[in-house]
């Protein structure tokens, strides 16, 4: 990995290594009262050790040719970051098969196949992938951050802080995929593509991942499920769709959208050492205000 040491700039992005632990104590439905939304968090975990090396791969082999030294220490910034978050959800998705569904090795099967054919398609496409894939994240940091209290009340919170953490990282970082692509690439409908085409592959294996466990659940069929997650998913789709719809505007950069005050709180609070973060509990969640 080429290190941009020679031109002294340093990436303002942290490499943050938490102390979670996955103890056979947490459930799957790690949300009791609400299987669909524990699933549907479950089933984008499952995805993140696949996608996450994807982006990896593709943002390494773009290193050499980053015109830019900030952007090319913030892309090796976005690497070490990425590595922290995949390596947390193997973690976990390691709990998930083996605390109820096993079956989610042939998901993760069809998934590597998938990933392994995408590996093949050109630098190009594959950067406007990754780039693609990083202005789904704003959506749904936006959306997670916002309903936190709603969305993690009598939840594990062991769960929600490693979804919060992840979702603040990719806040930090939310600019790096797009600045490497429009260093590199920059055509607009190459770009398009790869935010269409992301969007479209996540929310596809994000799928596979909950069907199969509410399949096992013997609640795919049944009515009053299906009702909670399509409630659920039409609150994804609006919050994911009105990123997706600034992305497809030729003027877009990530720079445009601000931070919500919770994920800086979030980053503030753990340079300070503060307690309550990374490990949030009921208190911390309702204490840092958005
Ligand atoms: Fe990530
Ligand atoms: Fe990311």
């Known amino acids: 990995m080429q290190i941009p040491s020679e031109e002294n700039?340093?990436?303002a992005i942290q490499m943050r290594r938490m102390p979670f632990e996955y103890t056979d104590d947490i459930e799957p439905h790690w949300r009791p009262d609400q299987p669909e939304w524990s699933h549907m968090v479950n089933g984008a975990s499952l995805t993140m050790p696949f996608l996450e090396p994807f982006l990896n791969v593709n943002m390494n082999e773009a290193l050499p040719n980053i015109s830019d030294p900030q952007i090319l220490a913030d892309a090796v910034a976005f690497i070490g970051q990425e590595s922290q978050h995949y390596r947390q959800h193997r973690k976990y998705n390691s709990l998930l098969k083996r605390k109820g569904y096993p079956e989610l090795v042939d998901v993760e099967g069809a998934m590597d196949a998938s990933f392994k054919r995408l590996a093949g398609k050109s630098l190009a496409f594959r950067l406007a992938y990754t780039a693609g894939f990083e202005t789904l994240t704003l959506g749904a940091t936006e959306w997670v951050v916002t309903n936190?209290?709603?969305m993690f009340k009598n939840s594990d919170l062991r769960i929600a802080?490693?979804?919060?953490?992840?979702?603040v990282e990719e806040t930090e970082h939310k600019t790096v995929a797009f600045d490497v692509y429009q260093d590199i690439c920059g055509s607009y409908w190459q770009r398009i593509y790869g935010l269409l085409y992301a969007s479209y592959h996540m929310v596809f294996w994000t799928r596979q991942g909950y069907i199969a466990m509410l399949k096992k659940d013997g609640l795919w069929r049944d009515l009053k499920s299906r009702r909670r997650l399509w409630r659920r998913s039409l609150a994804a789709t609006a919050a994911?769709?009105?990123?997706?719809?600034?992305?497809?505007?030729?003027?877009?950069?990530?720079?445009?959208?601000?931070?919500?005050?919770?994920?800086?709180?979030?980053?503030a609070r753990y340079e300070a050492g503060g307690s309550g973060v990374p490990l949030l509990n009921q208190q911390t969640l309702s204490n840092i205000e958005i």
């Open 9 to 11: 700039v340093q990436s």
């Open 161 to 167: 802080s490693l979804l919060l953490w992840h979702l």
């Open 240 to 267: 994911f769709g009105k990123h997706i719809l600034h992305g497809l505007m030729p003027t877009h950069d990530p720079r445009q959208i601000n931070d919500p005050k919770w994920v800086i709180d979030w980053m």
């Open 148 to 150: 936190r209290m709603e």
